[in-house]
């Protein structure tokens, strides 16, 4: 149950640990804070960690398991004492350590793994619907921005994002290799490096049909079906493509360190549909838990 007034602390439990804390973990990282009512340590980290996650306006969430009344929980990530804490990020566990640490060393746990501040989210206001714009005219009314403001790279950000929907690529990594440091882990960046990285994979890639016929004399061929999913996503059967990734996955999650799983979190990225993409977050999730 979320707090409304810390909108980034929940509680989790083991009817609700897949969905609130697997499955969001590929959009945002989660802390996992598991604790207990009997545990003085545990009343000092708490409030720090709750602390922290409003500080970070949604860069990670925390996650309170009480191990008292969910043992099956506390059992499956073998807590032997209280507080222990869990970093679950991109649906899988990746670090974590017993006890309690003070503010600053918390600080630099969430640094070492990416995760910084995020800007307050303002109030929405209430502002009508804006006509779909014309990427080709964008472009244009870019340029011009940048004619009379060069200095200011959130516009290269603005063209290069617009020159990806004409298909200039080329020119479109150019700018998005120039970014600042500060704009090259911007959210539309990652989302335009992913198109970037699907279209370059298939630059000396065999076609369609090739990559089928390899796949149906061996089903087992994952290079093919890497490539065949990448050409699907590309050429708009964005299901057809996280079908192959799906299938990769189940095969052998391993795959060139870890392939299916990193071409499905990409693939989320630059898919557009969202209930497809939650049925194949949900699918990848089932089978990373096995």
């Known amino acids: 149950m979320t707090d409304l007034a810390k909108p980034h602390v929940f509680d989790a439990t083991a009817a609700t640990f897949e969905d609130t804390v697997i499955r969001k973990s590929l959009e ?14 545990c009343k000092t980290l708490g409030p720090i960690l709750e602390k922290l996650a409003a500080d970070y306006h949604g860069a990670f969430t925390l996650a309170k398991v009480d191990v008292d009344k969910e043992q099956e929980l506390a059992a499956a990530f073998q807590i032997r004492s209280v507080p222990t804490v869990m970093l679950v990020k991109g649906g899988q566990l990746v670090d974590g350590f017993p006890g309690a640490l003070p503010e600053g060393q918390l600080r630099e746990f969430l640094k070492h793994h990416g995760i910084e501040p995020a800007a307050p989210v303002e109030e929405d206001a209430s502002v009508p619907d804006a006509e779909p714009v014309d990427p080709h005219e964008e472009v244009m009314r870019l340029r011009k921005a940048i004619e009379a403001e060069p200095d200011k790279a959130e516009l290269k950000l603005d063209l290069a994002l617009a020159l990806l929907q004409t298909g200039a690529a080329g020119e479109a990594e150019q700018l998005l290799d120039g970014l600042p440091a500060n704009l090259a882990t911007d959210d539309r960046t990652i989302q335009a490096r992913a198109r970037l990285g699907f279209a370059a994979l298939l630059k000396d890639a065999p076609a369609a049909e090739i990559l089928e016929a390899a796949i149906a004399a061996d089903p087992g061929d994952l290079r093919a079906r890497h ?4 050409r699907k996503l590309v050429s708009g059967d964005a299901e057809a493509g996280l079908s192959q990734f799906i299938e990769m996955l189940q095969r052998d999650r391993g795959y060139g360190d870890g392939l299916a799983r990193k071409s499905l979190i990409d693939a989320f990225r630059v898919v557009e549909d969202e209930d497809l993409v939650g ?6 999730s089932a089978l990373l838990l096995v």
Do not use: E, K, N, S
């Open 28 to 41: 945002t990282p989660v802390l996992v804070d598991f604790w207990a009512t009997w545990c003085g340590p």
């Open 227 to 230: 490539l065949l999913g990448v």
């Open 279 to 284: 049925r194949y977050r949900r699918r990848m």
